[in-house]
């Protein structure tokens, strides 16, 4: 039983870890489509990338072998599917998997701080905001 549990554990511990590289993939897409694609100063683009590197710095922290995440609410398959067609929908689609990310592989024992949820629910929204007014969405 021990054994099932190990084995269980580290499958997940894999899967977030896909999991954030294809966010972080989607992420930098994001950067990449507002340096080239829209009208944003140079500045507001730094500005993103640092926001996108404390973003996914801190959900790299979260260390998904400590908890128990079979007994996470499964996410809907919309969340896990990204549309590159529509920058400002991919946007949207990034926050919301960023936040399903720390929902299903974290809990309190995992989190870096006491705040942990709330602040990276503000940081993401800070993050789309930029993101959205870079791209008059």
């Not at 554990?9 to 989607?26: D, F, P, V």
């Amino acid at each position: 039983m021990k054994i099932t549990a190990v084995l269980i554990a580290a499958a997940s511990a894999g899967n977030a870890e896909k999991r954030l590289n294809k966010i972080s993939g989607h992420m930098y897409t994001l950067l990449d489509l507002m340096d080239n694609n829209t009208t944003a100063s140079e500045n507001r683009v730094i500005r993103a990338n640092s926001w996108v590197g404390k973003l996914l710095q801190q959900a790299g922290e979260i260390n998904a072998t400590l908890c128990d995440s079979i007994d996470a609410v499964p996410e809907s398959d919309d969340i896990l599917v990204f549309d590159q067609e529509s920058y400002c929908k991919l946007t949207s689609q990034v926050q919301t998997a960023l936040r399903s990310y720390v929902r299903t592989f974290g809990c309190q024992e995992t989190y870096p701080k006491k705040n942990f949820e709330n602040t990276f629910a503000k940081r993401s929204n800070r993050v789309k905001n930029i993101f959205s007014r870079a791209g008059d969405c």
